[in-house]
């Protein structure tokens, strides 16, 4: 069992930067591939970034890619997105997940594979 507790969030103008973060429970953190998902209001719940876990590996979608970052440090147990060049559309709330997986190299993209969930930290983008 992972335990998830995101933070970071908060109110941001447009063009602001935010760095949300993830902490994990286990110390076998390094064995989990990790996501980054948001939901905004009335919308679906759609994943952001992902990373490997050793790291080495990330996916971005595409409304976010050159403005996020998605990193880790395993020996801090710790996911983090940071977020540049913020936009209105990206208010929504932020959840960290994560997928076991013995696979370094691995990226999870699919929603439905992840296994544990953190509770969201809100993330809001004043025009």
């Known amino acids: 069992q992972v335990q998830l507790v995101e933070s970071g969030g908060g109110l941001v103008q447009a063009g602001g930067s935010l760095r949300l973060s993830c902490a994990a429970s286990?110390?076998?953190?390094?064995?989990?591939?990790m996501g980054w998902f948001r939901q905004a209001p009335g919308k679906e719940r759609e994943i952001v970034a992902a990373?490997?876990?050793?790291?080495?590996?990330?996916r971005y979608a595409d409304s976010v890619k050159g403005r996020f970052t998605i990193s880790r440090d395993n020996a801090k147990i710790t996911l983090y997105l940071q977020m540049t060049s913020l936009k209105p559309e990206d208010t929504a709330v932020y959840f960290c997940?994560?997928?076991?997986?013995?696979?370094?190299?691995?990226?999870?993209?699919?929603?439905?594979?992840?296994?544990?969930w953190g509770q969201g930290t809100q993330v809001t983008v004043s025009s």
């Open positions: 997940a994560a997928e076991r997986s013995p696979l370094p190299w691995y990226v999870t993209w699919s929603e439905g594979t992840y296994d544990y």
């Open positions: 286990q110390r076998t953190f390094g064995t989990y591939a």
């Open positions: 990373i490997s876990g050793s790291g080495g590996a990330t």
